[in-house]
């Protein structure tokens, strides 16, 4: 299998930010923000995957009587994008 160099890009307002890695971008504000997004996407992502394997356990109908409620606790690590 060949290596693949994945190109992210951000857009905000009137720019866009394009990257490899989060490493790459240098301005911490800018960081902050992409970094946010992407912990709030992978709050969503975890929160749909228990609905779902609740759906697919208990049922539809029972399922929609469980209240799910993710909690991201950001814990002292850096993002990455594995190569």
Do not use: C, P
Not at 57 to 79: H, S, T
């Amino acid at each position: 299998m060949t290596n693949v160099k994945i190109e992210f890009s951000y857009q905000d307002n009137d720019r866009t930010i394009s990257f490899f890695d989060l490493k790459d971008i240098v301005n911490e504000e800018t960081f902050d923000i992409i970094k946010n997004q992407i912990l709030t996407f992978d709050k969503k992502i975890k929160d749909a995957a228990i609905v779902h394997l609740l759906n697919q356990e208990v049922g539809k109908e029972n399922a929609k009587q469980i209240a799910v409620d993710v909690k991201v606790f950001e814990q002292k690590r850096e993002l990455f994008v594995m190569e």
